[in-house]
């Protein structure tokens, strides 16, 4: 959604109403922290309004079963004696479960003592469907997308410590078949909103793992713009888009300090997983901000630095910290963070006003 869409639907509400709502008649508050004050049997929601977009904010509000992550799945637990409770799983293993019940209280099982213990696809909070009316809704999901952590520190000299990685060669890495169950490709370009007849750029192709893909979404009336600084990499883009059929993917041999790109032309650039491998990523992050449209966005994947599971090392994860900070400080601003992916950070930029 672009910066625009995002403003307009905000506006359909009072925010100021609607942080009433949330520590008023809505209870929010009671389930729900932000900034460390609040209850904790809900998702912290101090960057909620990054996370989320204005129509999942006000979907999770009138029906919070709809969109639920894992963690925050129903577990119901019936002990022997007969008594039912529910509550949110806060660590299990094969002897016991804690729990957080719907009061926000610890509660702790030796599964031995139960006769039942399972999870449900609903969430803990009710639906305020019939319990908010319209005006409220629209107040309560415009202060829900104010919520955006605290803002960042314009500056304009980025401080990075970390190690720059080496551009990866390594074709079977790049093309492994697990690679789908790790970076959920299809849900995120979904979650991108690609309309048809777009121009996007995939920065740091690679061997067209997203080219493909993208080019398919914006159609014949559309254009791709697969950049790498490795020719083996563009031979390996265009033999995969000719097997697929698609004519609308331009190939660029982009340079270390200049991804040759044309000026006011992106819609999108997507940079996946090639961002930590940049030696120059000032000049390259310009040359981006030269290539946007108006309303064009960036969008940033790397595997997580704070996750454990990710199956990279050392200077090929960032954290979130590295690439909010980093970019901000480039002319930037970062308008959503997509938490669904499971092992990466997914921000998504605009240029800074």
């Avoid at 359909?12 to 609040?38: P, Q």
């Avoid at 469907?129 to 803002?151: M, Q």
């Avoid at 793992?209 to 914006?218: D, E, G, I, P, S």
């Avoid at 009336?221 to 331009?250: P, S, W």
Wanted: proline share 5%.
């Amino acid at each position: 959604m672009s910066v625009l869409g995002l403003a307009v639907l905000i506006a359909l509400g009072d925010a100021a109403a609607g942080r009433v709502v949330f520590v008023g008649k809505g209870g929010c508050v009671n389930c729900h922290s932000i900034e460390n004050r609040g209850g904790s049997v809900g998702p912290d929601l101090s960057e909620v309004g990054l996370r989320r977009t204005p129509e999942s904010l006000r979907l999770a509000i009138v029906d919070p079963d709809s969109e639920i992550y894992e963690d925050y799945l129903t577990v119901v637990a019936v002990t022997k004696l007969g008594q039912r409770i529910e509550g949110i799983a806060l660590n299990e293993d094969d002897i016991s479960i804690q729990l957080r019940d719907a009061g926000g209280n610890p509660r702790s099982f030796l599964k031995q003592n139960l006769k039942e213990v399972r999870r449900e696809e609903r969430s803990l909070m009710p639906s305020y469907a019939s319990k908010l009316s319209a005006v409220e809704v629209d107040n309560l999901t415009a202060y829900l997308g104010t919520l955006r952590g605290a803002p960042a520190v314009p500056r304009t000299v980025v401080s990075r410590t970390r190690e720059i990685a080496r551009v990866s060669e390594n074709v079977n890495w790049l093309t492994r078949p697990e690679r789908d169950g790790e970076e959920r490709p299809e849900t995120l370009l979904d979650a991108l909103q690609i309309p048809r007849g777009a121009t996007v750029v995939d920065l740091g192709a690679g061997a067209g793992y997203f080219t493909w893909r993208l080019a398919q979404r914006v159609g014949s009336q559309g254009k791709v713009l697969a950049v790498e600084v490795q020719r083996q990499m563009l031979d390996l883009i265009a033999e995969e888009t000719k097997k697929r059929g698609l004519t609308n993917v331009e190939l660029v041999l982009g340079g270390e300090h200049d991804p040759r790109l044309p000026k006011a032309a992106a819609d999108l650039v997507l940079i996946a997983n090639s961002y930590h491998e940049f030696s120059d990523p000032e000049a390259i992050m310009a040359a981006i901000l030269r290539c946007l449209k108006p309303n064009g966005r960036v969008a940033v994947i790397e595997y997580s630095k704070e996750n454990s599971r990710a199956p990279v090392a050392g200077p090929h994860k960032m954290s979130f910290a590295e690439i909010r900070s980093e970019i901000e400080a480039m002319g930037f601003q970062l308008v959503r963070v997509l938490d669904f992916l499971p092992m990466q950070h997914g921000l998504i930029f605009t240029r800074r006003p």
